[in-house]
């Protein structure tokens, strides 16, 4: 079954009064497992196209249907409950609440989807990112990448369907790098389904399909 569809998404933005298209008809179709790369430079709309996937943002036009229900226009508390249990967001900025420490973090998820048990399978994976040294310490009190690998194991604690990760890699070095998009491409063995965007060239190696986005619009990429 699809997991998700994307269609005929376009996003209008005002800039100087100026109105622009940040995406222009953008289709996409996932099944679980997929392992998605979206490329593109800066600007290109990734992270609108994120946001929008995840009901963060309202399009202009088109619809987002997640297991065959529409997305856009869900409530809320519906589309926190949908994130908190079959949707992983890690967004581009900041992700953890900085005043929980990092295993509060890590159990925010269970709030919202009512999952229980979570501490285990947090602990677990956080050792395994090398952060159990820092289950105590606070947000602020974290480099940018323990931050980053915190807010990976965030979005699969609750062990979803779907995950996002807009630039994931981003603030990593090379072999962090590449844990991740391991991590990643086990996961989508493992059946979930994975969509990063990045600009790092890199993720081609590990990911199944890949697109690249340019000015708004999304054509499938082969190298
Ligand atoms: N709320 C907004 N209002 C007006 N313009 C916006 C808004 N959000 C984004 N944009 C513009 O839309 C375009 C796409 O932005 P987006 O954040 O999706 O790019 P991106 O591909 O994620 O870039 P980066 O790699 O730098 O994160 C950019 O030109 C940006 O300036
Ligand atoms: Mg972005």
């Known amino acids: 079954m699809m997991l998700l569809e994307i269609k005929n998404i376009s996003k209008q933005f005002k800039r100087n009064k100026k109105a622009f298209y940040a995406l222009n008809q953008v289709n996409l179709k996932v ?31 088109g619809t987002v249907t997640f297991e065959g229900k529409e997305l856009i226009g869900k409530s809320l508390c519906g589309l926190d409950q949908l994130r908190g ?11 953890l609440l900085a005043n929980f420490n990092i295993l509060d973090n890590m159990l ?24 159990i040294e820092l289950i105590k310490m606070y947000p602020g009190q974290l480099s940018g990448g323990e931050l980053k690998r915190a807010a990976i194991v965030r979005s699969i604690v609750s062990e979803p369907a779907l995950i996002f990760a807009d630039e994931p890699t981003g603030n990593l070095d ?14 989508s063995q493992e059946g979930i389904a994975v969509i990063v965007s990045t600009h790092d060239y890199e993720f081609l190696k590990y990911s199944k399909i890949a697109y690249k986005l340019t000015g708004g619009k999304l054509e499938e990429y082969s190298n």
């Open 31 to 61: 099944d679980a497992g997929d392992f998605v790369c979206i490329l593109g430079s800066s600007g290109s709309g990734k992270s609108t196209l994120l946001n929008i996937a995840t009901g963060l943002l309202k399009p202009t036009e």
């Open 85 to 95: 249990s079959k949707i992983g967001y890690v967004m581009q900025g900041q992700n």
């Open 108 to 131: 925010m998820p269970g709030y919202f989807s009512g999952k229980q048990n979570l501490k285990q399978r947090s602990i677990k994976l956080l050792e395994g990112f090398g952060l």
């Open 174 to 187: 090379p072999d962090n790098a590449v844990s991740i998009m391991r991590l990643f491409q086990r996961l």
